[in-house]
Structures are given as structure tokens and as C-alpha cells.
């Protein structure tokens, strides 16, 4: 069975960062692309980084590029979301997603399988 959990989030002051953590059972996520989205009310899964297994290159949404951080740990079957000058507008639910096509886009419908989700809130 497979199960992506994601753990990290919490509530931090604008300017602040977080880490967020993707650990992976039943898949190993050295073989997918491995992508953070983050999920608003009333709006879709918004991609923000990915990883890609096959030459270990990353993408970034726009708005997060310079101030957000992907890696990979295959040691420990996991990835990160270093996120630093935290702002309010990335305030939401994140969800890590394996894609096994290794298309290395943020698209979540390429992505076969989800973790729940952790909230991020940055407010004052």
C-alpha cells in the first residue's frame, strides 16, 4: 500500500520559514518525481517545486523560486520543502504527490498518488 505523509507545517510570522517533510511507504520515491502542491479554499492543487528522479533537476513556481528549496533524502525515502521569507499568500494546505512518468511538470494531474496534506499559515 502506498502512503505519503507529509509533516512540517504550523503557523509562522511573515519572513519566517518552514520545513516541510514527504516520507514515502510502498514506493520509493527515487523513482518518481516527487512535486509540492499547495491547496487554498475553493481553489485546485497549485504546484509549487518538484523534483525530478532522472537527472535529480528541480522546477519552481514562480512566486516561491529563490525563497523555496526541494531535496531529496533516498536514504530515507523522503523529500523537503525548504521554505524561507514565508509570506501570507503562501498560506495553505500542502500536499507532496509522486508522479511515475518523471515528467518533472507541476501538474497535478500527472501525479498518481497524495499524501493528507499540512497546513501552512503565515500571518502576523
Known amino acids: 500500500q502506498v502512503q505519503l505523509v507529509e509533516s512540517g507545517g504550523g503557523l509562522v510570522q511573515p519572513g519566517g520559514s518552514l520545513r516541510l517533510s514527504c516520507a514515502a511507504s510502498?514506493?520509493?520515491?527515487?523513482?518518481?518525481?516527487v512535486g509540492w502542491f499547495r491547496q487554498v479554499p475553493g481553489k485546485g492543487r497549485e504546484g509549487v517545486a518538484c523534483f525530478s528522479r532522472s537527472d535529480s533537476s528541480t522546477r519552481y513556481e514562480n512566486t516561491v523560486q529563490g525563497r523555496f528549496t526541494i531535496s531529496s533524502d533516498n536514504a530515507k525515502n523522503s523529500v523537503y520543502l525548504q521554505m524561507t521569507n514565508l509570506k501570507p499568500e503562501d498560506t495553505g494546505v500542502y500536499y507532496c504527490?509522486?508522479?511515475?512518468?518523471?515528467?518533472?511538470?507541476?501538474?497535478?494531474?500527472?501525479?498518481?498518488?497524495w499524501g493528507q496534506g499540512t497546513q501552512v499559515t503565515v500571518s502576523s
Open positions: 504527490g509522486a508522479d511515475p512518468l518523471d515528467l518533472a511538470i507541476l501538474n497535478e494531474e500527472v501525479y498518481d498518488h
Open positions: 510502498g514506493i520509493r520515491l527515487g523513482s518518481y518525481t
